[in-house]
């Protein structure tokens, strides 16, 4: 069944340990629905600048991704630029360019309306509510934030969060959202806001997701699914974002939506974002099958049985 997703398609620029890339393809929609696209049929809602060529749109395009809401806006592309050091989990954002999406007005495709799950990735929470409101068949609403808007526009972002269903967010910015440092009582606060299920990321560590909602389990244990340990992460940008997209996208390749389809899908999650971080931007998530990503799965699995 088909996603929406309404995020960033952005330029970025980014050091790490392992070097420097300028103007690169990057955006959360973008890593979003090159993760999701192996799973599902994924539509974009975005915005680029006249700077945005043909041939990054082609990267969506050869994995299916339906860019009739990509918007094309007088101006410069959205641009992101920020910094890894030794600490893969943490990025230093150096400047956040919104450029065209300061003055964005997302329109839904009438061909977009018939879709059951929708995705709103990191970006202003304005856009996310609005995208929200004009989806009215949706079955499933994922979300994502980031210190940037609970810093910033915290009054829109709690307005949105009452329009989640299920809220991807990392350590950092539970704690920051839920002003509390303990994980178990921020992830309990968070979901008071809104969210009937909480994906807390620990970055190289893994991912927790906390049940909030009786069609879920209240009062079940939360469930964690590791990360798989890397010998080599080039450029963990995108890591969350594909995360959510392999974790959405098998959930809405899914009849069902109950509790172990939920933590099968946070094992797809860890599957996608652990080929995100191999290569510079989203070059890993272009070219992959469904067979190196069901055996990637299988690692996992290996990875936590016990006999
Ligand atoms: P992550 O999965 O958290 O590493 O997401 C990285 C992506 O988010 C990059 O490709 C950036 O272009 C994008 N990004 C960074 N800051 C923002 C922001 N404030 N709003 C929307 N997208 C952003």
Redesign the pocket.
């Known amino acids: 069944m088909a996603i929406v997703v309404v ?2 398609v ?1 330029f ?1 620029t980014i050091q790490s340990p392992f070097g420097k890339a300028e103007k690169i393809l ?3 929609a ?2 979003f629905s090159l993760a999701a696209s192996y799973f599902t049929d994924v539509r974009i809602v975005a915005v680029v600048g006249e700077d945005f060529g043909p041939e990054y749109e082609s990267v969506l395009r050869q994995r299916g991704v339906n860019l009739d809401g990509l918007q094309r806006a007088a101006g410069l592309t ?1 641009h ?1 630029g ?1 910094e890894y050091g030794e600490n893969v989990n943490e ?1 230093k ?1 150096h400047f ?1 360019h919104l450029n065209v999406f300061e003055k964005f007005q997302p329109q839904i495709p009438q061909q977009y309306l018939d879709s059951q799950f929708l995705f709103l990735a ?3 929470p304005i856009l996310q509510a609005q995208v929200r409101r004009q989806m009215r068949n949706v079955r499933m609403v994922g979300g994502d934030t ?1 210190n ?2 609970i810093n910033g526009k915290r009054p829109e972002l709690l307005a949105t969060l009452k329009l989640v269903d299920l809220l991807l967010i990392n350590d950092t910015e539970a704690k920051m959202l839920a002003g509390e440092a303990n994980l178990l009582r921020a992830a309990n606060k968070v979901m008071a806001m809104g969210p009937k299920a909480l994906v807390i990321k620990h970055g190289e560590y893994g991912a927790t997701i906390f049940f909030g909602d009786r069609k879920f389990g209240i009062g079940h244990h939360p469930f964690r699914a590791p990360a798989l340990p890397l010998d080599e992460v080039r450029d ?7 995360f959510a997209g392999g974790f959405m996208g098998y959930i809405a390749s899914q009849e069902e939506l109950n509790r172990e389809v939920l933590k099968r899908a946070m094992f797809y999650g860890g599957v996608m974002g652990s080929f995100a971080v191999e290569r510079f931007g989203p070059e890993r998530l272009q070219n992959l099958t469904r067979e190196e990503i069901d055996a990637r799965f299988e690692v996992f699995r290996e990875l936590t049985h016990l006999d």
Request: glycine content about 22%; proline content about 4%.
């Open positions: 995020g960033s952005a970025d990057g955006g959360s973008t890593y959205f992101w920020g990025a954002t956040t990191n970006i202003d980031m940037f808007w963990p940008t995108g890591a969350g974002d594909s």
